[in-house]
């Protein structure tokens, strides 16, 4: 017995459902109109600029300007000595000459060599580019859906969509069965009165 109670309710349940029945259709479009919001957009705006500018830079100098230090000056002493004992007559004019340039140039070096080096900042001007960038706030008219007014069966109906149906819609349909709104009542418990 309760197996068969089982299955008698549950068809009495689901018996509304299982007389329903669903498809699709086509209905004329009557009007579509765009949704459209202002949607703020934030961006980065950048550019270059020239700007004038101090630069420090570091030289180094070995030569202080002096044109005869105290080495060339001795140089050119020992070479002309050294000179003057080589030749003799003419010859010896020449050599003491020639020991002269020789020693001064060697005493040259010297010095140059055993100089201290000297270290100079210099503040020289320079253009160089600088890429500037700032926050920008704009708002863009961006669509987001459309508002549409349909026929079907008579009936004008609306939706919201996100895209542009065209002159035709694609609409489901489910059919269902109704109870009637004013169904009489039903007759009272009890012995019926007579008909005349």
Known sequence: M???LLPAVAFAVLSPAAFAQGF???ARVLESRPVIERIPIKREE????QV???ENRT???TDTGASIGPGTVLGAIIGGVAGHQVGSGRG???ATIAGTIAGGAIGNQVDRNNQAQ???VERVPTTRQVEKCRQVEEVREATVGYDVRYLYNGHELRTRLPHDPGPRLRVAVDVRPVAPEHAPPPPPPGPRPPRY
């Open 92 to 94: 010896n004019t020449a």
């Open 59 to 61: 030289v180094t100098r």
């Open 46 to 49: 950048c550019w270059n600029e």
């Open 24 to 26: 699709s259709d086509s």
């Open 118 to 120: 000297a270290t100079e």
């Open 52 to 54: 004038r500018t101090y």
């Open 2 to 4: 309760k197996s068969l």
